[in-house]
T-cell receptor
Framework: AQSVTQPDIHITVSEGASLELRCNYS??????LFWYVQSPGQGLQLLLK??????LVQGIKGFEAEFKRSQSSFNLRKPSVHWSDAAEYFC????????????FGTGTRLTIIP | DAGITQSPRHKVTETGTPVTLRCHQT?????MYWYRQDPGHGLRLIHY???????DKGEVSDGYSVSRSKTEDFLLTLESATSSQTSVYFC?????????????FGPGTRLTVL
């Protein structure tokens, strides 16, 4: 069975600083990987996704993520955060071909300080 | 944004009463999902549908039932609500004819069971 671990429950970053949110997955083959963002009181918005090919994936809002098979990781990065990036971030894993379900991590809440 | 609406957006009810939440989509996507979101648990799948009248259980299906009589509507019913079902409920959709199982989320329904 697939699973996702987001080891950081809460991260605080200064505005303008770089950000890295960690995501580790468990799956027997190459999975499909996603990062979603949830602003307070809102639904989830897809930031980026990885299916195959280039292991560095670019997303919306200046985010990127790198798939590292050897570490079973898909960490989310941003070189310089803005106050509007304060939100909760969820990593998710899906299996290709025939399994339409996604498994989500428990989320990382990001706080931005001035 | 994907055309997904959820109704009601907020509901307060009493223990033992039946509750139905509605998810409506205008995208004609084949797959629809119901999740609940609770602190510390991320999103957990309740039920999902892979076509009209075709549904299956997720990881936390006890106490919930679903129905899908039309492509655009997916109903979640709590037959007899309990306080443990106080949560935020999200509907998601995913297109058919793709291997990528990317999901798009609705705005959520906040349910409080007293």
């Amino acid at each position: 069975a697939q699973s996702v671990t987001q080891p950081d429950i809460h991260i605080t970053v200064s505005e303008g600083a770089s950000l890295e949110l960690r995501c580790n997955y468990s799956y027997g083959a190459t999975p499909y990987l996603f990062w979603y963002v949830q602003s307070p009181g809102q639904g989830l918005q897809l930031l980026l996704k990885y299916f195959s090919g280039d292991t560095l994936v670019q997303g919306i809002k200046g985010f990127e993520a790198e798939f590292k098979r050897s570490q079973s990781s898909f960490n989310l990065r941003k070189p310089s955060v803005h106050w509007s990036d304060a939100a909760e971030y969820f990593c998710a894993v899906g299996a290709p071909f025939g399994n339409e379900k996604l498994t989500f991590g428990t989320g990382t809440r990001l706080t931005i300080i001035p | 944004d994907a055309g997904i609406t959820q109704s009601p957006r907020h509901k307060v009810t009493e223990t033992g009463t039946p509750v139905t939440l509605r998810c409506h989509q205008t995208e004609n996507h084949r797959y629809m999902y119901w999740y609940r979101q609770d602190p510390g648990h991320g999103l957990r799948l309740i039920h999902y549908s892979y076509g009209v009248k075709d549904t299956d259980k997720g990881e936390v299906s006890d106490g919930y039932s679903v129905s899908r009589s039309k492509t655009e509507d997916f109903l979640l019913t709590l037959e007899s609500a309990t306080s443990s079902q106080t949560s935020v409920y999200f509907c998601a959709i995913s297109p058919a004819m793709t291997k990528y199982n990317e999901q798009f989320f609705g705005p959520g329904t906040r349910l409080t069971v007293l």
